[in-house]
């Protein structure tokens, strides 16, 4: 068995919505066939139990790549990942499968698969496999990848709410929502929250001070450089006192109920680990509570209690707390509900205050606190107390959060009775905190979890509102980047700020910001991260689709132009034009159920795919004649076709018809595939709910030039001679153009073109087989880029598509493209018609631009 490829499928994608590691494998004749092998399930399943039920339902792996597959699946599985999707697919290649499995994190998913190749090996091999520690290494980076319990939290309260979101960093900085509806969070904290609210809850002085001017209580307090002021201090503040860090987090360095000059040396030891700039404050006795204070409202509490042990008589205290570590809700760090307790200083230095030490062993039924602070992230427990907040302790928490300026605000608060007003009690604030953790009220260790995320997102966002922009992804064999383009300035129209992708670059308020082929999934996110985006505008290619899924979860519209038979066919284990279907179709699958899929109804492949979406459908066609556009619009549903001289929208006896003399791109109606790229975008923005004035308008202004559309049917004149240059790369493109070129007068015409290395044979000669019948005289030349073809493969190629022309008379070769260009520019004569299929886009349309300026244009004027 040899992996020969992995890939992340980061978004939804032809297998599943759901991520997913796909993997390459090719398998021997031996390993086709395991039923063959003595005993290989038997070994699989002692080794990894987890196999007893096999993901696809079947009870014993089919080959060795589905084996990989299941394996990989339950290793996840057992590190606690929370997937439920895998297949493995055999391609129409011999031997060699696709091995499709979800995963959670990224960096797990890759690790799973080389993990259940060494299983599957093993197995082979008949050879030990260390299936815990496998899993051990999964679950670890498991929880140093996936998101925080905070975090995770709100970002599973945004997904419920149908809002998006893209980690920023692999920390926790998180996008919720697209474009211009973004907001953005980093923990537990809000990015309206200003950095000197943040900045003052650091200053633990600072914030005493505010608060106490705001006539908040708060225990008495004074900043302290030596141990020797420490001293005086306490002194003056009372019998106990609490040290701690001025700016400090999580309860580190702080030491709680000091009263003697030794003590007070001990916690300036610990505090001085942290920081050096110390406060000695008064002690208040009571509990320890935490309010979470969300958008000026109190949305939990809970009381914090201390690490402990409770004696038996018969361990001893390292013992105890070794045993209340496996509790499965600890961890290290804040992955889960708890953390581990550990013997550090700090819990020494408490223990051998009250004359004990790791190794004692306390009586039976006595309580042992380990340290005086009682953050959980030192080990400490939790029990909700929301619903026994005082009204007026729940104003101060809410007072003292507004006070610094924080959105969520963690209020430290001790007294002893959180059902009675501070001041009744002697109670009083002790910190604010910024970013605080959540998991102490998510799921406390006794009492109610309370829906934190939740209060999160009614503090960020409006009840209905999901933060997303309006999204089209365009995808197809021809006429996505016009339609694209054309898409783009419907909605500019309306005055919206559009981001766009296309095979040309990503543009962003008709600026390009970045060039090349921007077809893929990473543009599109690239573009739904920018502030300043209203509505994006996708072309969505079948290489990024198979190479990573889509950029989003799902679009408002989309559009599928037509589905060709020469497109990209045998590469990536897509042999067919039913597999293409299948690839292309993803973008309606995930279509949101409000949404629309825009779908050619003249092509039966693309009309198949109304059945696989969640939304509504809008058909276009040729004529209204069309048995599927007829059939829908019989239905009661949206259509739009030709009429003549008019496009027609029609839903319901209500009409919306467009003359083709304003549709600029289509040239009153005479280029056709112009017309159903036009017909494309009107049933988009008609998804959209663009007003129709805004459409005619767009329309009118949009023409397919060398700068608004490049490469898609831009026409020049040239010495009394038509040139056309065009992006048309595949066999149903040609004859698109052979039809459109057909429509426009001249005494001769002669085309310009070469061929992708990567198209098969019999699609390049496919490709001159249509020009011989339609040119007169054929130049070729050969790419920039072979893409594994050797010099002159492709010409001779396309020369064998000619051999049996009826029209063209003349056919030679020319090195390089420009060349070709200037050996057909300079053979035009008035009247003639030239049709240019550009390799290099914009470089060749420069040159065509420079050959055909008239030179007194081109020269500088002269003095005056």
């Known amino acids: 068995m040899h992996v020969e490829r992995i890939r992340a499928l980061r978004g939804p994608n032809r ?156 920390g926790s900085l998180v996008q919720l929502g697209w474009g211009s509806r973004q907001r953005r969070i980093q923990a537990a904290e809000m990015d309206a929250t200003s950095a000197v609210a943040e900045q003052i809850a650091q200053d633990k002085e600072l914030t005493k001070q505010l608060l106490s001017d705001s006539g908040i209580p708060v225990p008495d307090g004074v900043p302290v450089e030596t141990i020797d002021e420490a001293w005086a201090a306490m002194q003056r503040l009372g019998s106990a006192v609490v040290v701690k860090p001025r700016d400090g987090n999580q309860g580190k360095g702080v030491t709680v109920n000091v009263r003697t000059r030794e003590q007070l040396e001990a916690a300036w030891a610990g505090a001085l680990e942290f920081e050096s700039d110390l406060l000695v404050e008064r002690y208040i006795p009571g509990s320890d509570f935490r309010l979470l204070v969300v958008g000026g409202q109190l949305v939990a509490a809970a009381r914090r209690d201390p690490p402990a042990v409770i004696g038996n008589g018969v361990h001893t205290i390292r013992e105890l707390v070794d045993e209340i570590n496996r509790d499965p809700r600890r961890s290290e760090g804040h992955a889960t509900a708890l953390t581990r307790v550990t013997l550090d200083t700090v819990a020494c230095t408490r223990l051998a205050g009250l004359g004990l ?127 694209v383009r054309l898409i783009a300035q419907l909605l500019a129209e309306t005055g919206a700020r559009v981001g766009m992708t296309t095979t040309d670059g990503v543009y962003v308020n008709g600026r390009r910001t970045d060039d090349g082929d921007c077809s893929g999934p990473k543009s599109a996110r690239n573009v739904l991260l920018h502030p300043h985006i209203d509505a994006a505008v996708f072309e969505t290619a079948r290489g990024g689709l198979l190479r990573e899924g889509l950029g989003f979860d799902r679009c408002r519209v989309a559009v599928v132009t037509n589905i060709g038979e020469g497109d990209h066919l045998g590469m990536n284990h897509v042999d067919d034009v039913a597999t293409l279907a299948e690839v292309k179709s993803v973008v309606v699958q995930n279509v949101s159920i409000d949404g629309f899929a825009v779908l050619n109804a003249d092509d039966e492949r693309v009309a198949a795919m109304a059945q696989s979406c969640p939304g509504a459908v809008i058909f276009f066609a040729r004529e209204a004649t069309n048995p599927v556009l007829a059939a ?233």
């Not at 002692?46 to 699946?73: I, K």
């Not at 001041?423 to 009492?447: D, K, T």
């Not at 608004?708 to 831009?714: H, I, L, S």
Request: with cysteine; glycine share 8%.
């Open 15 to 170: 297998w599943t919505r759901s991520r997913a590691i796909e993997a390459i494998v090719r398998c021997d004749a031996a390993e086709r066939e395991l039923a063959a092998i003595p005993r290989f399930a038997e070994r699989l399943r002692e080794r990894c139990p987890d196999l007893v039920r096999l993901p696809n339902g079947a009870s014993t792996p089919r080959s060795m790549a589905h084996a990989l597959g299941a394996a990989a699946f339950a290793l996840q599985s057992r590190a606690g990942c929370p997937i439920s999707f895998a297949r493995t697919i055999q391609t129409s290649e011999t031997g060699v499968y696709q091995v499709v499995v979800e995963y959670s994190e990224e960096a797990v998913g890759r690790l799973a698969f080389e993990l259940a190749e060494a299983l599957v090996v093993a197995v082979q091999a008949d050879s030990p496999f260390d299936t815990a520690a496998a899993v051990a290494r999964l679950r670890a980076i498991d929880e140093d990848e996936r998101l925080g319990p905070s975090t995770g939290e709100i970002v599973q309260a945004a997904r419920t709410r149908g809002i998006p979101y893209r980690r920023l960093t692999t």
């Open 357 to 483: 030490s790791p190794e004692s062993v306390p009586a039976p039924g006595v309580r042992v606190v380990l340290r005086h602070n009682a953050n959980l992230s030192t080990g400490g427990s939790a029990t909700d107390v929301t619903d026994d907040v005082h009204p007026e302790v729940a104003a101060r928490a809410i007072e003292a959060a507004r006070t610094v300026g924080l959105d969520i605000c963690g209020v430290d608060i001790v007294c002893e009775n959180i059902s009675r007003p501070l001041e009744e009690q002697g109670g009083g604030i002790v910190e604010v905190n910024a970013a605080p953790g959540l998991r102490m009220h998510i799921a406390p260790s006794y009492g109610k979890g309370r829906a934190i995320g939740e209060a999160v997102m009614a503090a960020m966002f409006e009840a209905d509102d999901d933060a997303r922009i309006p999204v089209v992804a365009v995808t197809g064999t021809n006429g996505k980047t016009t339609t």
């Open 632 to 864: 829908h619009r019989a239905h009661g549903e949206r259509v739009v076709y030709r009429d003549g001289d008019e496009i027609a929208c029609v839903h319901r006896g209500v009409e919306h018809r467009i003359a083709l003399e304003d549709a600029a791109l289509t040239r009153h109606g005479t280029i056709g595939f112009q017309v159903e790229n036009a017909m494309a975008a009107i049933g988009a923005a008609w998804a959209l709910g663009l007003e129709w004035s805004a459409v005619r308008t767009a329309l009118r202004r949009f023409v397919p030039d060398a700068r608004t559309a490049p490469g898609r049917f831009n026409v020049f004149e040239h010495a009394g001679a038509t040139v056309i240059a065009d992006y048309g790369h595949n066999v149903d493109a040609i004859a698109a153009l052979v039809q459109a070129v057909e429509s426009i007068p001249a005494t001769r015409r002669s085309i310009v073109i070469s061929g992708a290395g990567d198209r098969r044979d019999e699609d390049l000669r496919a490709q001159t087989r249509l020009l011989g019948e339609a040119f007169d005289e054929v130049i070729l030349y050969e790419d920039q880029c072979q893409r594994g073809r050797a010099d002159g493969e492709v010409v001779a190629l396309l020369r064998e598509g000619l051999q049996a022309a009826s029209r063209t008379s003349a056919v030679r070769a020319v090195h390089g493209e420009f060349p070709a260009i200037d050996a057909a520019l300079d053979a035009l004569a008035p009247g003639e018609l030239c049709v240019i299929l550009v390799d290099q886009v914009e470089a060749a349309l420069a040159h065509i631009e420079r050959r055909i300026t008239p030179a007194a244009q081109a020269a500088p004027a002269p003095a005056a």
